[in-house]
């Protein structure tokens, strides 16, 4: 169970420990509770490994709901007594403090069914990785319950543990035998991918072919279906992204920035938009809404190829706790200088006139420095604590693009009748200068120096080989090349090379799978970096453009005669925004949603390239925002300074 899973659980026993009393009689709304849910609904808590009730989830929507609109509704009364606001801002207050608990409640009550679909989603992407391990075994030795064994004993994904699960059904007679279980689990997962069962009765056919070659051939054709319906399913996702794509682009990205123009010019015909309702829309509503949205594009993402799961206990994030507290405090010291920055110039007499104290004056506002605080925060923060998951994650796939290779190479070599030693120190030489040639050196030397056996001279924790290899595709690879060698040399070598095949076959069709991808994955970079920036840069100084004219044109009516009434009608237009939100308050709300924009778009662009990675997205979002938001920054000054001109 993940922390997302057991955060969950936690919740719901919380609120049955301490809010019970809140639904009356228990027994009687535990039985209403089962009454109402679904057959799908249940089956989501068991697909998930969730310990709960129906009616413990139910509890716990209803109390936080409950809990949250209270807890809103008497912040509202708080501010609405402190502070005086416009009729359309109480208008957006209530209309949030009614849809966000329910929408709340909504989630969590349906949490369980969004999060089993996830994780079948995510179970689809192990099914490649899985196959090949059972096929890779069957062809070494055609015996279904071992490579059954062999695949759920060397994943640690979602769908391995399924495998063992099935195991321990056949040991306990649920079924009479191993084709009885292979059916029953093919036909469990037919129902989310029909190449997959279609290729578990392949290889399942395979132990009847009397012909070694045909055999051969029919679990060829098994992780060929699998393989060919894995890019299959992504090239239809990245053919049906186009659409959400350009709507999430245009409604929930360009449409806003634009309006930022518009927003000062509203007051002339009696719109009144103060500070309150101006962050409920940019900081709170739109960045919800376009999150969501962009989320819900997401579930409908078929997971190929999972990313390798690093460990905190890699020795090389041996003093990750160390370097997570230096850099919170690095990140917050860094983010305070810069944060007052401003206002520090400003107390200093403003030299050489950079910050604005009014609209279309200096070059930046006083609170331009707290947006790029914000960004250095989230920089160093992202950058420092997953740079070295960025420096594992990209030597394990460094190592896994040379380990095909060298598997070819130590295959060919094999099959010619050498030895083991002689073998891996061929291989070696011609792999020099890469991290697995080192390892395979190492076998060698292993092997002739200190006499061990080929499992002790890669896998001994102390002098393996491959104990500083944290691939857990090229260990498994490993494996099953340990078993073939007790084969003849010509059918090891054989064994090997198949391997080596089957490997470049997965890593071919990750490789197709991004580049089917790209274009969507592209324009999203490309809008987080350069276009959503640019837009609103250039309208955040026509906002302030539009503010300067309706100021100067209140002054110059305001000494007309009071019989033309255009002066006091002016008066109140162009002074209607700047008495709502002053411009520096303007720019930080904007450039929060910026911020925000930026995160969710790196978010999104990510999640479709390679699915739910945190370490991969955090290091991509450390590079991302400052490149972001320094465009932001020079096209805002730039454009100040131009329309300047014009007022």
Same mark, same amino acid.
């Given at each position: 169970?993940n922390?997302?899973q ?6 719901c026993r919380f609120?049955?420990k @301490?809010?019970s009393?809140?639904?009356g009689?228990l027994?009687d709304?535990r039985?209403?509770?089962?009454k109402t ?8 808590i068991?697909?998930?490994g969730?310990?709960?009730e129906?009616w413990e989830i ?9 809990l949250l ?5 008497i912040l509202?009364l ?5 502070f005086t606001?416009?009729r359309?801002t ?10 966000i ?8 009550s349906e949490?369980?069914?969004? @999060?089993?679909k996830?994780m079948?989603?995510? +179970?689809l992407?192990d099914?490649?990785?899985?196959? =090949?391990?059972i096929?890779m075994?069957?062809?070494l030795?055609?015996n279904?319950?071992r490579a059954?064994?062999f695949a759920?004993e060397n994943s640690?994904r979602?769908?391995a543990?399924?495998?063992?699960k099935?195991i321990w059904?056949i040991?306990?007679r ?6 009885e279980?292979l059916?029953?689990f093919a036909?469990q997962?037919g129902?989310?991918?029909?190449y997959f069962?279609?290729s578990?009765h392949?290889?399942?056919?395979? +132990? =009847?072919?009397?012909?070694?070659a045909q055999?051969i051939?029919t679990?060829?054709k098994?992780l060929d279906?699998v393989?060919?319906g894995t ?7 990245a053919?049906?992204?186009k659409t959400p794509?350009?709507?999430l ?7 806003p920035?634009?309006?930022?123009a518009?927003?000062?010019a509203v007051?002339i ?17 739109l ?13 409908q993402?078929?997971a190929?190829?999972s990313?390798?799961n ?11 706790? +160390?370097?997570?507290?230096n850099?919170?405090i ?6 305070l !200088?810069i944060?007052?920055?401003?206002y ?5 007499g403003?030299?050489?006139?950079i910050?604005?104290?009014?609209a ?5 506002l006083p ?9 250095a925060?989230?920089?160093i923060?992202s950058?420092?604590i ?9 030597g394990?796939?460094e190592?896994?693009?040379?380990f095909?290779?060298a598997?070819?190479?130590l295959?060919?070599?094999?099959s ?8 891996f120190s061929?291989?070696?030489q ?24 080929l499992?002790?001279a890669?896998?001994?924790e ?6 500083? !290899?944290y691939s857990?595709?090229?260990?498994t690879?490993?494996k099953?090349?340990i078993?073939?060698?007790?084969? =003849? @040399? ?5 064994? !090997?090379i198949?391997?080596a ?9 990750e490789a ?6 790209y274009?969507?994955t ?19 100084a026509l906002?302030?453009v539009?503010?300067?004219i309706?100021l ?6 305001s000494y007309?005669?009071?019989e033309?009434?255009?002066g006091g009608?002016?008066?109140?237009a162009?002074t ?6 002053p411009p520096?308050?303007f720019?930080?709300v ?6 925000l924009l930026v !995160? ?16 991969q997205?955090?290091y991509d ?6 490149m972001s938001?320094l465009?932001?920054?020079v ?5 100040r300074?131009?329309?300047s001109t014009?007022?």
């Amino acid at each position: 169970m993940n922390d997302d899973q057991n955060l969950y659980c936690h919740a719901c026993r919380f609120s049955v420990k @301490h809010f019970s009393w809140f639904v009356g009689d228990l027994d009687d709304f535990r039985k209403k509770s089962e009454k109402t849910v679904s057959k799908e609904f249940l089956d989501a808590i068991n697909f998930s490994g969730l310990d709960l009730e129906p009616w413990e989830i139910h509890l716990l929507s209803y109390t936080s709901g409950l809990l949250l609109f209270l807890l809103m509704a008497i912040l509202d009364l708080i501010l609405f007594r402190v502070f005086t606001y416009e009729r359309n801002t109480i208008i957006f207050a209530v209309v949030f403090t009614a849809i966000i608990p329910v929408a709340v409640m909504i989630y969590l009550s349906e949490y369980p069914k969004i @999060h089993a679909k996830f994780m079948i989603i995510h +179970t689809l992407g192990d099914i490649p990785e899985i196959q =090949s391990y059972i096929v890779m075994s069957m062809k070494l030795v055609p015996n279904m319950e071992r490579a059954i064994i062999f695949a759920a004993e060397n994943s640690y994904r979602p769908l391995a543990r399924d495998l063992k699960k099935l195991i321990w059904d056949i040991h306990i007679r649920v079924y009479s035998n191993v084709d009885e279980a292979l059916i029953g689990f093919a036909s469990q997962w037919g129902k989310n991918s029909e190449y997959f069962k279609r290729s578990l009765h392949l290889v399942k056919s395979s +132990t =009847s072919e009397p012909d070694e070659a045909q055999r051969i051939m029919t679990l060829n054709k098994s992780l060929d279906i699998v393989l060919e319906g894995t890019k299959t399913m992504m090239d239809a996702f990245a053919a049906k992204l186009k659409t959400p794509t350009y709507i999430l682009y245009s409604i929930f990205i360009l449409i806003p920035l634009a309006l930022v123009a518009l927003i000062p010019a509203v007051s002339i015909v009696g719109v009144r938009i103060d500070t309150l309702t101006l962050i409920l829309i940019y900081n709170i509503g739109l960045p919800l809404f376009t999150f969501f949205y962009s989320e819900y594009i997401l579930l409908q993402r078929p997971a190929t190829f999972s990313p390798p799961n690093i460990s905190d206990k890699h020795p090389q994030l041996s003093n990750i706790r +160390t370097i997570w507290k230096n850099v919170i405090i690095i990140a917050a010291i860094v983010g305070l !200088i810069i944060g007052f920055s401003g206002y520090i110039l400003l107390y200093f007499g403003n030299p050489f006139n950079i910050i604005s104290k009014e609209a279309m004056a200096g070059l930046i506002l006083p609170t331009f420095p707290i947006v790029w605080a914000i960004t250095a925060m989230i920089t160093i923060y992202s950058v420092g604590i997953y740079t070295p998951y960025k420096k594992i994650r990209d030597g394990i796939k460094e190592v896994e693009n040379d380990f095909a290779d060298a598997m070819f190479i130590l295959g060919r070599r094999i099959s010619e009748g050498r030895s083991a030693e002689e073998a891996f120190s061929h291989t070696s030489q011609t792999m020099k200068g890469s991290k697995i040639g080192e390892a395979l050196a190492d076998i060698a030397k292993n092997l002739s120096c200190m006499r061990t056996t080929l499992h002790g001279a890669i896998f001994h924790e102390e002098y393996g080989a491959f104990k500083d !290899i944290y691939s857990d595709r090229v260990h498994t690879m490993m494996k099953l090349l340990i078993e073939s060698v007790h084969k =003849s @040399h010509e059918a090891a070598g054989m064994a !090997i090379i198949k391997l080596a095949d089957h490997l470049k076959e997965l890593q071919e069709v990750e490789a197709n799978i991004k580049r089917s991808l790209y274009d969507v994955t592209s324009t999203m970079r490309s809008t987080a970096i350069i276009f959503a920036p640019l837009i609103a840069g250039v309208t955040l100084a026509l906002s302030e453009v539009i503010q300067k004219i309706l100021l100067n044109m209140s002054r110059e009516t305001s000494y007309m005669p009071d019989e033309y009434d255009i002066g006091g009608m002016m008066s109140q237009a162009g002074t209607g925004m700047t008495q709502s939100v002053p411009p520096d308050i303007f720019l930080l709300v904007v450039g929060i949603y910026m911020i925000l924009l930026v !995160i969710i778009l790196t978010r999104f662009a990510g999640g479709i390239e390679y699915g739910d990675d945190r370490p991969q997205f955090m290091y991509d979002l450390g590079q991302t925002l400052p490149m972001s938001i320094l465009v932001f920054t020079v096209t805002t000054v730039v454009s100040r300074i131009i329309f300047s001109t014009m007022v």
